[in-house]
């Protein structure tokens, strides 16, 4: 069994290349479902014959497992330990997509998926707190990020081709997979680790529950956008496979995304430019309001995927420097889980009350302009607070 080398961390065991590596593949594992919910929601409709409203539901409960995972974890780190809930979390997601195989109605759908997305949440809030521990998490979560856009499209072309039975197994093996290498997560209980930060990595600490919220409010777009985005594409006419298709090399450009997000926070400040990425997005989710025609949707999915990535870069590593007992940091999928099952839920309920996928993308632009709030209120307030600091 591989254990931490906490020789090459000096002083933090979280910047081991193995905690690193594992970290990483984790995350990755653990995101899964939600980054392919566009092509997992179109098999549950097609494969199982649940309709529109039917399908937000059960992804949402998905995600609600994965906020309440999140949530578990930040209780239950400092007695259980990170390898303790890594385990747990393996069994009860393996467990509950084994089920799925065999329960395959709407009821019982609902149970299984939360208790999914529960297992994936104990195990990728460990993983994400490991990546944000690092001495450097901004530039972690980068390259996770960049890591998450590679996966994110083979998965969206790996996943209309299975069957629901292969969808589930493919999701077992993953975190199969990770079992022989849970020993290079560092093994201490406690998760505050103490640990010099550089002056530019530090930030008032409140900041770091402001950024969680507004990881919540930001990911109801990105949640009713994303599990809805296919559905809506075939109901406004257009091909079901080509708009797939569209959407999976979409993805591409979160590469972009990424390496664009990573030059500008080498060359400028952390905040002005999320702002702009904000008023960008408002606008991409908004076009679908507008007409889901052939450009529109390119458009729009294509503006989706670039800002999607350079926004989280910003989110998640933000929180991270803010708050570096990595305490803020686990509740990072948690709050991505809780933003991802609201915007389904209520994209639910906008679809049962008539409002039809226009209403979707007002709540998708709706949603984003109010993280756009959030983050100019706080660069304000931060900028007063500077201003009238001594020097």
């Given at each position: 069994?591989?254990?931490?080398d906490s020789?090459t961390?000096?002083?933090n065991?979280?910047?081991?290349k193995g905690?690193?590596?594992?970290?990483?593949?984790?995350?990755?594992?653990?995101?899964?479902?939600l980054?392919?919910l566009?092509?997992?929601?179109?098999?549950?409709v097609?494969?199982?014959?649940?309709?529109d409203?039917?399908v937000n539901?059960?992804?949402?409960?998905?995600?609600l497992g994965?906020?309440?995972?999140s949530?578990?974890?930040s209780?239950?780190i400092?007695?259980?330990g990170?390898?303790?809930?890594?385990?747990?979390g393996?069994?009860i997601?393996?467990?509950?997509?084994?089920l799925c195989?065999?329960?395959?109605?709407?009821s019982?759908?609902?149970i299984l998926?939360?208790?999914?997305?529960?297992?994936a949440?104990l195990?990728?809030?460990?993983a994400v707190a490991g990546?944000?521990?690092?001495s450097?998490?901004?530039?972690?979560?980068n390259?996770?990020l960049l890591?998450?856009?590679?996966?994110?499209?083979?998965?969206l072309?790996l996943?209309?081709h299975?069957s629901m039975?292969?969808?589930?197994?493919?999701?077992?093996a993953?975190?199969?997979v990770?079992?022989p290498?849970?020993g290079?997560?560092?093994?201490?209980?406690?998760?505050?680790?103490e640990f010099?930060?550089?002056?530019?990595e530090?930030?008032?600490?409140?900041?770091?529950?402001?950024?969680i919220?507004?990881?919540?409010?930001?990911?109801v777009?990105i949640?009713?956008y994303?599990?809805?985005?296919?559905?809506a594409?075939?109901?406004?006419?257009?091909?079901g496979?080509?708009?797939?298709q569209v959407?999976s090399?979409s993805v591409?450009?979160?590469?972009?995304?990424?390496?664009?997000?990573?030059?500008v926070l080498r060359?400028?400040?952390?905040?002005r430019p999320v702002?702009?990425?904000?008023?960008l997005?408002?606008?991409a989710?908004?076009l679908?309001?507008?007409?889901?025609?052939?450009g529109?949707f390119?458009l729009?999915?294509a503006?989706?995927?670039f800002?999607?990535i350079?926004i989280?870069?910003?989110?998640?590593?933000?929180?991270?420097?803010?708050?570096?007992?990595g305490?803020?940091?686990?509740?990072?999928?948690g709050?991505?889980g809780l933003g991802?099952m609201?915007g389904?839920l209520?994209?639910s309920f906008?679809?049962?009350?008539?409002?039809?996928?226009?209403?979707?993308?007002?709540?998708?632009?709706?949603?984003?302009?109010?993280?756009?709030?959030?983050?100019?209120?706080s660069?304000?307030a931060?900028r007063?607070r500077?201003?009238?600091?001594?020097?």
């Amino acid at each position: 069994m591989p254990t931490a080398d906490s020789s090459t961390a000096s002083q933090n065991p979280f910047d081991s290349k193995g905690t690193f590596l594992l970290s990483l593949y984790m995350a990755l594992v653990g995101y899964s479902v939600l980054v392919a919910l566009p092509a997992i929601n179109s098999a549950w409709v097609d494969q199982l014959g649940f309709s529109d409203v039917e399908v937000n539901r059960v992804a949402s409960s998905d995600l609600l497992g994965l906020f309440l995972g999140s949530v578990a974890v930040s209780f239950l780190i400092s007695r259980l330990g990170r390898r303790a809930l890594i385990y747990a979390g393996i069994a009860i997601a393996i467990a509950a997509n084994w089920l799925c195989i065999y329960f395959t109605d709407y009821s019982a759908m609902l149970i299984l998926r939360t208790l999914a997305g529960f297992g994936a949440g104990l195990y990728t809030a460990v993983a994400v707190a490991g990546l944000g521990a690092r001495s450097k998490p901004r530039e972690a979560f980068n390259w996770m990020l960049l890591a998450f856009a590679f996966s994110q499209f083979i998965e969206l072309q790996l996943i209309p081709h299975l069957s629901m039975t292969g969808i589930y197994i493919f999701f077992i093996a993953t975190y199969v997979v990770t079992l022989p290498f849970v020993g290079f997560m560092p093994s201490q209980k406690q998760a505050r680790p103490e640990f010099a930060i550089a002056s530019d990595e530090q930030r008032p600490g409140a900041l770091a529950w402001v950024g969680i919220f507004a990881i919540v409010v930001a990911y109801v777009n990105i949640g009713a956008y994303w599990s809805n985005i296919e559905l809506a594409a075939e109901a406004g006419g257009l091909d079901g496979d080509w708009a797939a298709q569209v959407i999976s090399w979409s993805v591409l450009l979160s590469f972009v995304g990424c390496f664009g997000a990573m030059y500008v926070l080498r060359h400028f400040d952390h905040d002005r430019p999320v702002l702009v990425t904000f008023v960008l997005m408002v606008i991409a989710v908004g076009l679908l309001a507008v007409d889901v025609s052939a450009g529109y949707f390119i458009l729009s999915v294509a503006m989706f995927n670039f800002l999607w990535i350079f926004i989280d870069v910003y989110q998640m590593g933000g929180v991270s420097a803010a708050d570096r007992t990595g305490s803020a940091a686990a509740f990072i999928p948690g709050a991505q889980g809780l933003g991802q099952m609201l915007g389904p839920l209520v994209a639910s309920f906008l679809l049962e009350r008539g409002a039809g996928y226009d209403g979707i993308f007002i709540l998708c632009a709706g949603a984003s302009a109010t993280a756009l709030l959030i983050y100019t209120l706080s660069y304000l307030a931060t900028r007063t607070r500077t201003a009238a600091s001594p020097q």
